[in-house]
């Protein structure tokens, strides 16, 4: 199964002709992801007898038109808990760890009948942005293996851009989904916070994580996300709005549409060859029938210390719960209960984490709380503000997704400050809970280019329709990476 | 500095984590950059602005007080590290080795 020509929707009727069983796909992709992965490094646990089993079920209850994705294979990043599947968050305290429940949004995708293959990779805890702080393994981009993947993501990312998959879920509390969707040129996206839920979801920074689909084009994108969003008695802060069909209105009519540009975002921190792709998607835009104007999001430069600061801090209190006693590793030889949670968290949890815990325990300490977590809380307002502003006017919100093409393995791993400043174009999404839209928009020197849309809270079928209408004229996404010399 | 040695060490203790001292001129040099990063939030004027805590929807979200069946007992001791006889095995409180 060729998934570089394929989609959800041809798989779909391939499963319903009979042209192949889902056994047969799920075996597959199996055999695809062995060959393909041991360059890529992708996932960290594959789930085959178990993948296997579930299709068999499939085949023998039959599929109807209606289960669009029953019978096809999708790939889960490690963060998000399936039952009796090591679920690792690519942490060492977390080696062992076999959750005993699953998520709500695995729940949806077993009812939705979809075969979960295996558990992707990511920066530990989802804390990074090249998959480089995994205590497992490094993840190749699939377009050149010199490259990070982006993360925290890389893992589902990466899979899908090498063709192992056609769909992944992944995570995002400040860019994770549409950073790593960028550098591997494919579609990634961020739902309002609210929209999906986050039970079973292992908790970085709460008030800004949100699970959502990452595919090869935006027509999938929206069939996964209607299959994954909407309330949860899990998890209180979804909402209660019903779910559309995201995939009703993908016409490629944007006729009238209001786009605002950040002069913030297109300046000089951004690479030419960027600011570049993104003119020529204006352009597009404008031919579609799209009016697109500069607009201005001031404080949006204050996001990278503001989400540092709150997401730490939400972390560090998160990041409590590994102590060594109920679940996860232990350290051995220890003298008394202190030493139980002092030397497990030493030994389990890896540097940039222990760097974030200790960043979000001096900013909600007595003294600093102040000057860092309330300051940080207050600006965040101010951020949401800008956006609220725009909006008033616009409809949606257009900008590069990063502010460069995929950096080397190993370039920017040892300077915390440099990796956090990537984030500074996907993070003010995160702290006004809105959704965005990474998806393919050019190349350059071999690697992708990301463009961003940013819609109002809950106007995630408007993002779907300007994505979809710049993807019928453009045709980025049907361009693939070679893997290996098997394309 | 914005933060020294002395006062990474006790922002560690809060955290529960132990450095070794290598570790410890590593983390207080990072620590530092980021403080200084995060430091021009100052810059800010947000006199009177309100803190956002969260941006979902529900403020407050009420629930029937009713009781439903837990999870059993033996599933959720089924990642425990250590266990005997049903119950969570941990270390003494006490330092046993200090003793007086």
Known sequence: MDYFKND????????????????????????????????????????EQQALAAAKKVDEKGITDADKLAGIPVGIKDNIVTKGLKTTAASKILGNFKPIYDATVMEKLHAAKMINVGKLNLDEFAMGGSTENSAYKITKNAWNQTKVPGGSSGGPAAAVASGQLLAALGTDTGGSIRQPAA???????????????????????????????????????????????????????????????????????????????????????????????????????????????????????????????????????????????????????????????????SEGFGDEVKRRIMLGTFSLSAGTYDAYFKKAAQVRTLICQDFSNVFENYDLILAPTTTSTAFGIGEEINDPVTMYMNDILTIPVNLAGLPGMSLPAGFSNGLPIGMQLIAPQFGEETMYRAGYAFEQATDFYKEVPTIGGEN | ?????????????????????????????????????????????????????????????MREDKAIKGTERETLMHNVPQKDRGFVKVPAIIDESEEG
Do not use: C, W
Not at chain 1, 190 to 195: A, D, H, I, V
Not at chain 1, 322 to 336: P, Q, S, T
């Open chain 2, 1 to 61: 500095m914005a933060i020294t040695a002395d006062e990474v060490k006790h922002v560690a203790q809060l955290a529960k984590l132990e450095f070794t001292d290598a570790e410890l001129q590593m983390f207080a040099g990072q620590m530092d950059d980021i403080i200084k990063m995060v430091q021009q939030l100052s810059k800010v004027d947000t006199t009177g602005v309100p803190v956002t805590s969260t941006v979902a929807e529900a403020k407050n979200v």
């Open chain 1, 183 to 345: 550098f591997n040129g494919i579609v990634g996206v961020k739902p309002t916070y609210g929209r999906v839920s986050r039970y079973g979801v292992i908790a970085f920074g709460s008030s800004l994580d949100q699970v959502g689909p990452m595919t090869r084009s935006v027509k999938d994108n929206a069939l996964m996300l209607s299959a994954i969003a909407g309330h949860d008695k899990h998890d209180f802060t979804t909402s209660e709005r019903e779910v559309p069909d995201f995939t009703a209105k993908l016409d490629g009519d944007i006729k009238g549409m209001r786009i605002g540009v950040p002069k913030e975002f297109m300046d000089q921190g951004v690479a030419d060859d960027v600011r570049e792709a993104i003119k020529n998607a204006i352009k597009t835009y404008e031919k579609l029938g799209a009016t697109v104007e500069e607009v201005s999001l001031p404080y949006s430069k204050y996001g990278v210390p503001v989400y540092y600061i709150i997401a730490s801090s939400e972390a560090s209190s998160n990041l409590q719960r590994y102590d060594g006693i109920r679940y996860g590793f232990r350290a051995d030889d220890v003298k008394n209960l202190e030493d139980v949670y002092v030397r497990s968290r």
């Open chain 1, 8 to 47: 959800l929707s041809s798989l779909h009727a391939g499963l319903l002709n009979k042209d192949f069983s889902a056994q047969e796909l799920t075996a597959e992709t199996f055999e695809q992801i062995k060959a393909r992965d041991q360059k890529i490094e992708s996932f960290l646990t594959l789930n």
